[in-house]
């Protein structure tokens, strides 16, 4: 499951807790310390942390910059990441439009270190009537409200020609999903693997929209408290090193990056066979190179303003946001999205790049 897999939008925390929260964990100076902690929760491309921390990486790279770093399994996605947003965790990984409406929303400044993946057909629509978007006017669409399911949903409309406006969205828990699309009931649903993968599987069923089709939009990150990592930058730099000694692993061609994989199926509910099949629908950036470019093109400013408008339009940006301005955007060479006085979410290549020139 994806809420373990799941990858929500919420507007997670209610106002005056948000408030509180953020103050804890992003108005205060981050002291320099040697014990960190990174949440993680279950899905295809975030399965090498685990795999890491089990294999020793974990330890072989902060043990290099004299430091403990704790890598915790949470079982809820959206709770993983208030955790973070409380100051329960020093990173998490979460998507990019999660990071934007939960932490950096809620007034923690967040910096993503590790651009790791964008889902390049992990997420879908599909139903037992309609054979393309155009034909969900006036259908009802179960999906996890608010997530990026949702936010896939209107992709599909737009380039269709319809809104939100032209169909029922019916909020439906992942957990729900299979079962629900199974009944008379329910004809169309959003979803995610391995959810979307059981769904497309049932008879009569057809795939209408699918990630691939709005490719880099759906991104899958790690991403750190800002004032931690200016305060440690070993910290950085040892996750840095975890995450692409890991990545040489997972795609080893041979037997070592096979059983890599069963490992890290094992770890996600799965065999070999699903996990590569997931990781089939994964746009993995292997290489520090290759996150380098993905980050520094101009198409992911043109994403995270697409990400930023479905968020204020939905109400993720927080009861006192006027506009989608409202929370700053950094990416590299300084250009900003939003508010330059309220920069809450930055993109850095910094760690990246040291793991592409080996000065890790």
């Known amino acids: 499951?994806?809420?373990?897999n799941g990858r929500f939008g919420f507007r997670a925390l209610s106002a005056a807790l948000g408030i509180s929260l953020a103050l804890l964990a992003g108005g205060t100076q981050a002291e320099p310390k040697k014990e960190f902690n990174i949440a993680w929760t279950i899905y295809v491309g975030w399965m090498p942390w685990p795999y890491?921390?089990?294999a020793g990486i974990v330890k072989k790279w902060a043990d290099k910059y004299g430091i403990t770093i704790n890598v915790k399994q949470i079982n809820d996605y959206v709770e993983s990441i208030n955790q973070y947003t409380a100051g329960g965790f020093d990173g998490v990984t979460a998507t990019n439009m999660d990071g934007l409406t939960i932490p950096a929303a809620g007034g923690v400044d967040t910096t993503i270190l590790?651009?790791?993946?964008?889902?390049?057909?992990?997420?879908g629509i599909v139903s037992k009537i309609a054979k393309t978007p155009a034909d969900l006017k006036g259908e009802s669409i179960?999906?996890?409200?608010?997530?990026?399911?949702?936010y896939l949903l209107a992709r599909a409309l737009e380039a269709a020609g319809l809104s939100e406006r032209d169909v029922t969205i019916v909020n439906t828990s992942d957990a729900d999903m299979v079962a629900a699309f199974k009944s008379p009931e329910t004809s169309t649903v959003v979803t995610w693997n391995p959810l979307l993968a059981e769904v497309k599987a049932e008879p009569g069923s057809a795939a209408l929209f699918d990630s691939t089709q709005i490719p880099g939009e759906i991104i899958d990150t790690l991403m750190v408290n800002?004032?931690?990592?200016?305060d440690n930058p070993d910290f950085g730099k040892a996750l840095a090193g975890i995450w692409y000694e890991t990545m040489s692993v997972l795609t080893d061609p041979g037997e070592k990056g096979k059983t890599a994989r069963a490992a890290m199926g094992a770890m996600s509910g799965t065999d070999l066979a699903g996990f590569e099949s997931?990781?089939?629908a994964t746009k993995l950036f292997a290489t520090p190179e290759e996150a380098v470019a993905f980050t520094e093109s101009e198409d992911l400013i043109k994403t995270m303003d697409l990400v930023r408008s479905f968020s204020f339009d939905?109400?993720?940006l927080g009861?006192?946001?006027?506009?989608?301005?409202a929370v700053g955007i950094a990416f590299p060479g300084g250009q900003v999205l939003g508010s330059t006085d309220n920069v809450k979410l930055r993109f850095d290549v910094g760690y990246m790049k040291l793991a592409a020139e080996g000065s890790l």
């Open 1 to 4: 499951m994806r809420f373990g």
């Open 226 to 230: 800002t004032k931690v990592l200016k």
């Open 142 to 150: 179960n999906l996890v409200e608010l997530s990026v399911s949702h």
């Open 278 to 280: 997931q990781l089939a």
């Open 314 to 316: 939905h109400g993720l």
């Open 319 to 325: 009861d006192g946001a006027s506009d989608k301005d």
């Open 114 to 123: 590790i651009i790791g993946d964008f889902s390049n057909g992990n997420d």
């Open 52 to 54: 890491a921390a089990d």
